[in-house]
């Protein structure tokens, strides 16, 4: 009875295109940014963000660019670890070698130099698609994988090949307490989904679920294959390279270039695909899945009391990870947000299934 629509008229344009159009959806989403920005801090160990909430958050950004460019422009790519690196290095460089620039203008620089790469390995989406796309941007991982290992330039000739992220700092506040690092990635995280929630919603996002669902069709009806392919690429690596600076410097503060590794690239496919492909609710409930669950697996056994070796419980994590990949796209292919969304449509109609 909470979840109804009675009485909610739309009697402007502006109204009708809410983001959130339902009121209670408003109130709730409202309710929990409010809590994560007051609450959280207060009651979250040092521990909970700074290994699961801060790690939580910055992965559902990478999500959120990489969603962008599989799930709604339909174009498949393994290189996001790659972009990731981009802008870890891009934003360690730019904080090196232009000392005193503001961090958040680093960040953003670290994103325009992914998206830049970005448009390069988009190219060839033009002329293939599918796993030949997908073998395209996993040239990428490799490729910027061995420049980031062997080109000492880029480490600034760091003799151990591994950098350390310069004090964070912005508008003369030092970012250094787990509370002021959570704050920042936070304030970032719903900056980029208001972004992201609007932008798939106007005319790009528009043209970019055109291209996925037929492109010869998108074309017919006036849309560019070139400028809405390479858009796509260009956005979701400007995000992944945000992510990837956010991820060295707040989270991981020093790193080499496996910190960027083919894994990584995986485990960013794997959170859209749980998640819900075409769902900016599903970058963040796919990382959540995805950060839980191995904290949930690797506690499991001891909770039961079964003793097991770390190695078996390692395996036992790959195994039950991978059966419910499987599972979630034989038995729900849009994933949790799509779990979601059928839940909000019974409660719209409970306690009458008419």
Known sequence: MLYR???????????DQQVFPITQDRWSVLAIVVAAFTL???FASDYL???ILNPFLILAIAAIGLNFLVGYCGQ???GSGAFMAIGAYAAYNFATRVPGLNLLIIFILAGGTSALVGILFGIPSLRIKGFYLAVATLA?????EWMFLRVKWFTNYSPSGSVVAPPLEIFGLSITTPGAKYYLVLSIAVVVALIAKNLTRGHIGRSWMAIRDMDIAA????????QAKLSAFAVSSFFI???GALWAFVFLGSWEPLAFDINRSFQLLFMIIIGGLGSILGCFLGAA?????PIFLNQAPALFGIRLSTETVSHLEFIIFGVLIVFFLIAEPHGLARLWSIGKEKLRIWPFPH
């Open 219 to 226: 074309e017919i009806i006036g849309i560019r294959p070139l």
């Open 40 to 42: 959280v801090p207060y």
């Open 241 to 243: 390279g945000i992510a």
């Open 49 to 51: 963000i700074i290994s």
């Open 5 to 15: 629509e009675a009485g909610q008229f739309k009697t402007n344009y502006q109204s």
């Open 76 to 78: 498949i790519s393994l």
């Open 140 to 144: 990428a991982q490799f490729l910027f």
């Open 289 to 293: 899945f995805i950060m839980i669950l």
